[in-house]
């Protein structure tokens, strides 16, 4: 019988901004069992008058000592998102729990292509697989196809620019929807057909594939790729709501 979550206290080490409602959080979490990349955990408020509040928010890293990283994105009228990005300090104590899910993924010993489609801030736990990747010094090819609906909403962006150059075997196209950068081809669109098929895998190949992003996201890229011949038990899939 495997033994239940606990909440532990963190502490907020470090804070970088990605984009102007999204900030990486790097927590000392003493005891921290380790994880998996697409893993999440639980994060819980306690007010003074003793009112608490949790959310769920993808781990954005690989397993470090003590250490988790989190990337979370404001949430207008949220209750917990506004705080950790514009109130919670170096220092500040929060509650957390995991880590959460067995199932969305990825072993650093698989050696299927893997394709990764993010929608948003879906990005995070695929980000989370990336780093694992160049972590375990894994040779798999990677593919990620990205939905923003502008350049400025790309979280990660210096860092997905630096490893398409580094990382040996990881690729990235992305999907804009509202606003794309000058001299990208073609018009805003949502993500279709079209993208799936020429900036993923061939389902010959069998990779296994992770879809994240907001329900309906999910819902459409995930029957792109079945439509295109893709294994449905290989196209794994984690969604979120508008909960903050």
Partial sequence: MTAPLRWRVARLRERRAQTPTAHTLVL???????????????????????????????LAGPAEADRITLTVQRVPDGEVSPYLIDVYAEGDPVEVRGPVGGWFVWHPEE???????????????????????RAAGSRVPFRLVYSVRTPADVIYA?????????????????????????????????IGLADVDSHGWPPELEPLCYVCGPTG????????????????????????????
């Fill in 158 to 190: 210096d860092e997905l620019r630096r490893r398409v150059r580094d990382d040996r075997g990881l690729d990235v196209a992305y999907v804009y929807t509202r606003e794309a950068p000058p001299g990208w081809r073609g018009e805003p669109h949502r």
């Fill in 28 to 58: 000392e979490a003493p005891g921290w069992p380790g994880h998996l990349p697409g893993q999440h955990v639980d994060v819980r408020l306690t007010a003074p008058d003793g009112y608490q509040a949790a959310r769920s928010y993808s």
């Fill in 217 to 244: 996201f999910v819902e459409t890229a995930a029957d792109l790729l079945v439509g295109l011949g893709h294994q449905s038990r290989r196209v794994k899939t984690e969604r979120f709501g508008p909960t903050g």
């Fill in 111 to 133: 050696t299927a292509p893997v394709l990764l489609v993010a929608g948003g801030s879906g990005v995070v736990p695929l980000m989370a697989m990336v780093r694992a990747r």
